[in-house]
């Protein structure tokens, strides 16, 4: 009950903290009542007004300067800062949609900003995320807060990358999909960026959900981190 109620409560503050940023970006993008209606009423019009109140967001969040600063990473303490998984070998299909996942993925929540539309541009979308490939799957696992940037660079340590949202979906069908959570896992691919964010996979006994959290986001105990044995 106590870890249910603090969930309650992370989720408020989340929620609050969004919203008075998200009015705001309104308010400077002059963005009116009339056209706030229209992200619920008018689904492509509201995608295109909500992507640019998300840019409005992401540009008023503070730098990682004037943030409290995550732990310093040094290159001899690196394999202090995570944990890692035995390997897997998955093979992904870079080619099936966002959208024609959804039947195997028994979704609680997906995110409607993590679809093919938005995910295909070509500064998302990697060079490599086409046709059907076998990858070699790592699960990096922190244990101290830690950035993004410091996540990546244990990555690329071992000759791996971060792995991306096409990615991320396929370890979840093959390896994640039938196993029971009695607590709450996140994972992360921090691979796609889209409007400075990316996704992730909320997992837990009730629900399973597909959303975006911020790339500058300082990263805890609580996440995990899906990497892919570098191959270019």
């Known amino acids: ?11 408020a503050r989340w929620t609050a903290g969004f919203m008075t940023n998200f009015l705001a970006a309104a308010e400077r993008a002059g963005v009116g009542f ?3 209606h229209r992200l619920g009423m008018d689904k492509e019009k509201g995608a295109a007004l909500l992507a ?9 969040r503070p730098s990682r300067q004037q943030k409290a600063a995550p732990v310093a990473v040094a290159p001899a303490e690196i394999c202090e800062t995570c944990e890692t998984s035995v390997s897997v070998f998955i093979d992904v299909n870079y080619d099936l949609s966002f ?29 490599f995320e086409h046709g059907m490939a076998q ?15 410091a996540v990546i660079a244990l990555m690329k340590k071992d000759g791996f990358r971060p792995a991306t949202a096409r990615e991320l ?56 981190f899906l990497a892919v044995r570098e191959s270019e």
Request: charged share 30%.
């Open 34 to 36: 009339e056209e706030l």
């Open 169 to 224: 979906l396929a370890y979840y069908v093959d390896q994640l999909l039938a196993q029971k959570f009695e607590r709450w896992f996140l994972f992360v691919a921090l691979g796609t960026v889209w409007l400075g964010c990316v996704v992730y996979l909320r997992l837990d006994p009730a629900n399973r959900s597909l959303d975006l959290d911020t790339f500058d986001s300082d990263w805890y105990t609580d996440h995990e």
């Open 135 to 149: 990858r070699e799957f790592k699960v990096y696992r922190p244990k101290r807060r830690i950035s993004s940037e």
């Open 52 to 60: 640019k109140l998300m840019q409005e967001v992401i540009a008023a």
């Open 1 to 11: 009950m106590a870890a249910k109620n603090k969930d309650i409560v992370l989720g």
């Open 99 to 127: 959208e024609g996942r959804d039947a195997k993925l028994k979704l609680t929540y997906h995110n409607s900003s993590v679809v093919d539309a938005n995910f295909k541009a070509s500064d998302v979308l990697r060079s």
